[in-house]
C-alpha cells in the first residue's frame, strides 16, 4: 500500500487542471462551426451537403435566414469544404452544453 502510494506521489498529477483552466484542442480539431454573416449569399450549397441536415434556410417577407443547430452537429465539416464563399467555418471550439434545445441554435439573417 505504501509503495502504490508513493509511486503515485511520484508520478505527480496526470490529467489537465480543466475546467478551472481553459483546455485548447489540437491544431486540425472539428469544432463547432460558425456562420459569418456578411460573407454568406444565402445559397443553400451547405444545406444539402449537410448529412444531419442541421442547417435550414427560411424566408419571411422582410428576411432570409439560415440557421445551424448544434443538437444534432456531427463536426463533420462538409459545410464549410462547400461555401465557396468561406461563410462557414469550423473552429476549435467544443464546449457546448446548454439548458435548452434553442441555445444551442445558431442564425444570420438577411433582409430582402
Ligand atoms: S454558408 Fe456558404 S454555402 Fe451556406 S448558404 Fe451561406 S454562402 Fe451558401
Ligand atoms: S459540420 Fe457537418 S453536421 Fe455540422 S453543420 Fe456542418 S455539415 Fe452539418
Not at 487542471?17 to 454568406?40: H, M, Q, T
Not at 422582410?62 to 440557421?67: G, N, R
Amino acid at each position: 500500500m505504501l509503495e502504490i502510494l508513493n509511486k503515485t506521489l511520484k508520478a505527480g498529477c496526470q490529467t489537465t487542471k480543466y475546467p478551472d483552466v481553459p483546455d485548447v484542442a489540437p491544431v486540425g480539431f472539428r469544432g463547432k462551426p460558425e456562420l459569418i454573416s456578411d460573407k454568406c449569399t444565402f445559397c443553400g450549397e451547405c444545406i444539402k451537403a449537410c448529412p444531419p441536415g442541421v442547417i435550414r434556410l427560411t424566408e419571411n417577407s422582410v428576411e432570409k435566414i439560415l440557421s445551424l443547430s448544434y443538437c444534432g452537429c456531427i463536426f463533420c465539416g462538409r459545410c464549410e469544404q462547400v461555401c465557396k464563399y468561406g461563410a462557414v467555418k469550423l473552429t476549435q471550439e467544443y464546449e457546448l452544453s446548454s439548458k435548452t434545445k434553442e441555445d444551442l441554435v445558431t442564425s444570420i439573417r438577411r433582409r430582402l
